[in-house]
């Protein structure tokens, strides 16, 4: 049973505007949560983090926002820039566990 | 830089053969990790390693088999390969960069299945 959920397989954005990038989880143990961007051909590679003990996490143009009563995170991308296409992938974990469990993918694309 | 190198990047084999896929990082990290990424499931775990022949399953481990003789190297094989088996199989070893923790993943195997 996937752990972790991103109901949008795909969104589009004009340049500038705002993307918000939406994920979902189950476990109420997960407690520390990632983001990944990933362009063709490519590894995923690290975006932004968030712990539980915070709600809100920022770094430049993308902020993260946390909602454990509701077990929700969401990325957050101000302004969005043709360099912003790939898939996005959201990734959850129990500091007491091993492993990162990762969402299904948002594929994001910025209309110039 | 975590330095992960994954080989080969491409592959074509046909059903029925071995695979192994080779994972190398250059930074002594203790784990390692294999996912595979389908369209429709995002990255899924295969297998895991904590140590030198310490290894775990994860939620897709049937099918594949994997061994760590050495910090450095964790290969990931495929004992009778099928087409279901066809996919995009990625490396991560897990890291601290400041405050953050969380895998540096290398390039990925492109690996079909025919």
């Known amino acids: 049973d996937q752990q972790v959920k991103q109901n949008s397989p795909s969104l589009s954005v004009q340049e500038g505007r705002i993307s918000i990038l939406n994920c979902d989880y189950t476990?109420?143990?997960?407690?520390?949560f990632l983001w990944y961007k990933k362009y063709p051909a490519e590894g995923p590679t690290f975006l932004i983090s968030?712990?539980?003990?915070?709600d809100k996490n920022e770094d430049g143009r993308f902020t993260v926002f946390l909602n454990k009563s509701a077990k929700h995170l969401s990325l957050h991308i101000v302004p969005s820039q043709p360099g912003d296409s790939a898939v996005y992938f959201c990734a959850a974990s129990a500091r007491t566990g091993n492993q990162f469990y990762f969402g299904t993918g948002t594929s994001l694309t910025v209309i110039p | 830089d975590a330095g992960i190198t994954q080989s080969p990047r491409h592959k074509v084999t046909e059903t029925g053969t071995p695979v192994t896929l080779r994972c190398h990082q250059t930074e002594n990290h203790r784990y390692m990790y294999w996912y595979r990424q389908d369209p429709g499931h995002g990255l899924r775990l295969i297998h895991y390693s904590y140590g030198v022949k310490d290894t775990d399953k994860g939620e897709v481990s049937d099918g594949y088999s994997v061994s760590r003789s050495k910090t450095e190297d964790f290969l990931l094989t495929l004992e009778s390969a099928t087409s279901s088996q066809t996919s995009v199989y990625f490396c991560a070893i897990s890291e601290i960069r400041g405050s953050n923790y969380g895998y540096t993943f290398g390039s990925g195997t492109r690996l079909t299945v025919v």
């Open positions: 476990n109420s143990m997960f407690d520390y």
């Open positions: 968030i712990s539980s003990i915070k």
